[in-house]
């Protein structure tokens, strides 16, 4: 059976270290996967909305001159922004600490993704726990 088991496994490309191969009956249905994506989407809009009145009226402007969202990835919380400028990314680089402040809010582990218009737009990522220190 067992023998079986591996042969089925290296046929369909799948190395037997793997994962094991999961039978239709074990994967969530069409309509789970559509709710599930919806709840998520509508979490990460929700969770915008609550963190751009949880700031000073100092961030939300410099936050109105970026494009910013939030995206939950393998249960992180992630605020990504945009910045089309470099005075735009200059000011939102200065309080990066703060609005990590705010992000612990909402998420004990939670990162914040920047792209600046230089670079190819290559985003620098930092986890808040690097940025604020630890709490006892």
């Not at 910045?83 to 309080?95: D, F, G, K, L, R």
Request: net charge positive; glycine share 2%.
């Amino acid at each position: 059976m067992q023998l079986k088991s591996v042969f089925y496994s290296r046929k369909l490309g799948r190395s037997s270290m793997k994962q094991p191969y999961l039978s239709p009956d074990d994967l969530p249905t069409h309509k789970t996967t559509l709710i599930s994506e919806l709840l998520l989407s509508q979490l990460e809009e929700t969770t915008k909305k609550s963190f751009y009145l949880a700031c000073k009226q100092s961030v939300r402007i410099l936050l109105s001159s970026c494009h910013w969202y939030f995206k939950v990835n393998g249960g992180i919380l992630m605020l990504v922004m945009v910045c089309h400028n470099i005075e735009s990314y200059q000011n939102i680089m200065m309080i990066v600490p703060y609005l990590a402040s705010k992000l612990k809010r909402f998420a004990n582990q939670a990162k914040i993704s920047i792209s600046s218009p230089v670079n190819q737009g290559i985003p620098w990522v930092i986890s808040i726990n690097q940025i604020l220190p630890e709490e006892e």
